[in-house]
């Protein structure tokens, strides 16, 4: 998967949300975590926001030592985001992680300080180096569109959103938006949070298949050549399962079945947030 500059990131990463909410869980949540490097799922998602940096604090000890195998993603809070906060928050990130630099530093969701504002602190740490790429999430077209127009815009490297079987609503516009300027979107909830629906379509492929309607919920979200997901996995059982699902190729009565059970927009509809 490549990024607007050329440079590859998996497509399979990890997130991170709800980890380092239990101390009794910590350690199956660093052993899964490490796993899900050996695996190849080298991009870790977290924020600011996940147990008001305690993920942060988690994934700095699940990578200490194999921080450059690491595309660490991570996310600021909207009333952080004008420039001078959002300077304070990337250290406070980059303190808590345990490391010199974000891979990408995304805008969590759009807030009221004024974009411009945001793409400014954004590129100055870049400049400094504190940020190899910024994005954004939870950003529909027209907020992309506004971004793109403005000095510094179209530096913007992904918009990371809520894309998952039962809510496909970004197909209508948005995918074709980032497709047209060669941006992944970054689907989160991709298993739409442990809740799949449990439709006799799915049961059917997973069958055929050998996976679970689990694996199946990924492998189609990754169907796709411009879609990178960031399944969260605290199990070893899990990790392997949603590693298997990005080499499943799923094929066109596979698609037809899925488009009848979970049917693509039809219409421009809000853009769906967690
Ligand atoms: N930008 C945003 O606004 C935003 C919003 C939400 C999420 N996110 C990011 O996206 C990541 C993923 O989304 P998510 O955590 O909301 O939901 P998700 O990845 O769709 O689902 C996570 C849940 O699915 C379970 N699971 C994982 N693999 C499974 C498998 N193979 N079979 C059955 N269950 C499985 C996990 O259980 P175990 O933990 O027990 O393995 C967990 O309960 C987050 O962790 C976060 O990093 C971003």
């Not at 400094?128 to 907020?143: E, Q």
């Not at 047209?180 to 991709?190: E, G, K, Q």
């Not at 006799?200 to 990178?228: F, M, N, Q």
């Amino acid at each position: 998967m490549a990024l607007p500059n050329g440079e590859t990131v998996p497509a399979l990463g990890q997130g991170t949300w709800q980890m380092a909410e239990r101390a009794s869980r910590r350690q199956e949540e660093i052993a899964a975590l490490r796993l899900g490097l050996d695996l190849a799922m080298t991009l870790i998602d977290t924020a600011e926001m996940y147990g008001e940096g305690r993920a942060e604090e988690l994934i700095a000890e699940a990578i200490a030592g194999r921080r450059d195998e690491v595309f660490l993603v991570t996310k600021a809070y909207p009333h952080n985001a004008d420039r001078q906060r959002l300077i304070a928050a990337c250290e406070r990130s980059l303190r808590r992680l345990g490391t010199d630099r974000i891979d990408l530093y995304l805008l969590h969701w759009r807030g009221s300080v004024p974009l411009a504002e945001t793409v400014e602190g954004f590129e100055a740490l870049k400049q400094a180096g504190k940020i190899r790429h910024w994005g954004v999430s939870n950003f529909d077209t027209a907020d992309m569109e506004e971004l793109a127009a403005m000095p510094g815009g179209a530096n913007c490297a992904t918009n990371q959103v809520l894309y998952n079987l039962s809510h496909r609503g970004s197909e209508y516009d948005l995918l074709p938006w980032l497709a047209a300027r060669r941006m992944p979107l970054m689907a989160y909830s991709p298993m739409e949070q442990g809740r799949l629906a449990r439709t006799s379509a799915l049961a059917e492929i997973a069958r055929k298949h050998g996976v679970t309607p689990y694996g199946v919920a990924l492998a189609w979200v990754l169907r796709r050549d411009d879609v990178i997901a960031i399944p969260k996995a605290s199990t070893e059982e899990h990790l392997r399962e949603n590693r298997k699902a990005a080499d499943l190729r799923l094929d066109e009565e596979d698609l037809a079945v899925i488009d009848r059970a979970f049917p693509p927009p039809s219409r421009k509809g809000p853009l769906a947030m967690d």
